[in-house]
């Protein structure tokens, strides 16, 4: 039996639909044991006996879709990943603040690779941190005391396209204590 963390793109809690108990209840509809969330930001644990991670994927996505209605994309992680990513400390001396937005973003494509240095207009506020493999997550410092927003996800989805998906720092470490 394996430990996942599934990664929900798209959720907005205030959606009635997208709630903890209803995705829970989806999770738990299709057989997976020991389901419970992470905050309201679309962070489901569970176990499973299975390891394709891609057929599950998609089992789970064609189920929220068509229970709930929820289209945005599933992405899946072993509690080994998580733990291996955080053991790997990619943010070394660093709290996520303000001027340290430290962010993990996971991409879905399984030969996915590290992407380009950003755009001028972005360097400046974002500093690529790394890439980890085997989680398949490019890891960012973000400045977000300017006064602009930083695009960094927008610039992320123009190299990898929408199926990817951004947790905080405090995020991804809250998914790893709760598997």
Known sequence: MT?????LRGI?????????????????G??????????ASGNIV?????????AM????????????GIGGGTLLRSRDQLQALVDSDPFPGLTHGRGTYLTATFLKDPRAVAPPE????????????????????????IDN???????????LESVYGKEITTRTW?????VLAKL
Not at 3 to 7: D, I, M, S
């Open 3 to 7: 430990r996942y963390a599934a990664l």
């Open 12 to 28: 907005m809690p205030s959606n009635p639909n997208m709630r903890g108990e209803k995705l829970r209840g989806v999770f738990s």
């Open 30 to 39: 299709l057989g997976y044991e020991s389901v419970g969330s992470v905050l």
């Open 46 to 54: 569970f176990t499973s006996s299975e390891s394709d991670t891609e």
């Open 57 to 68: 994927e998609a089992r789970i996505q064609d189920a929220l879709r068509s229970e709930l």
């Open 118 to 141: 950003p755009p001028a207009e972005l360097a400046q506020l974002v500093r690529r941190a790394g890439f980890d493999e085997g989680a398949r997550a490019v890891l960012a410092v």
């Open 145 to 155: 005391t300017a006064a602009s927003t930083v695009n960094h996800m927008g610039w």
């Open 170 to 174: 405090l995020t991804v470490q809250k």
